[in-house]
């Protein structure tokens, strides 16, 4: 059988109670932190930086998932590893020697995956594939959490499960935005191992629950 793992995303936490969220996520069934950084140039948003990452590492107990959202993340691969990224994942659209940040992450220590925004298809990673631990397919245009998954999503996924499986790949394939209990077990079906959850698993009456179902609904 089969079972997403879960990857709540900080970004929707309460960043004055950040300790209390991050001891919540510990206790919960999820199994990754999703760390959002945003630099206000690739995205239209700044979120949080290197001290605040530092600061959850010290509390969290299951890995670090880091989706950069800066342009040229180059610049900070080795940085972001010494605090304690245990998976950084770089935007496709935002670095243009690919293969040279993939291999500068891995010789960090990290996990090293490639994100494409909507707009990016899937076939654009046919010869890197056997580079990526993991592949994140945004559902929605990034930047914001609160937004509404994008239906176009499936089909990406199915298409790229293809890929990875002729390739004879054990590749991972993630997806961030607008997850709920709604579109959760679909974008397993389809092919997804990782789903990213913000404000469905923050803004719930109870998280630890809500994630214990996201984890029960997506075990084939
Ligand atoms: C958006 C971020 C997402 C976001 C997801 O740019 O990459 O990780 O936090 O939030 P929800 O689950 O609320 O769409
Ligand atoms: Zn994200």
Redesign the pocket.
Known sequence: SKQAIIAP?V??ADFANLQRDIEMINKSEADWF?I?V?DGQF?PNISYGMPVIEAIKKHATKPLDV?L?IEKPERYIETFAKIGADIITVHYEATVHLHRTLTQIKNAGCKAGVVLNLSTPVSVLEDILPECYMVLI?S?N??????KFEEITYNKVRKLKKMITDQGLDTLIEI????TNKNAKQLVEAGADVL?????IFNAENPIETTADLKKITTL
Do not use: T
Not at 176 to 179: E, Y
Not at 196 to 200: M, R
């Open positions: 995303s970004l929707a999703h959002d945003m995205v989706h959202m945004m929605i990034p930047g914001f959490g609160g937004q961030d935005g607008g997850v990213v959850a913000g404000s469905y």
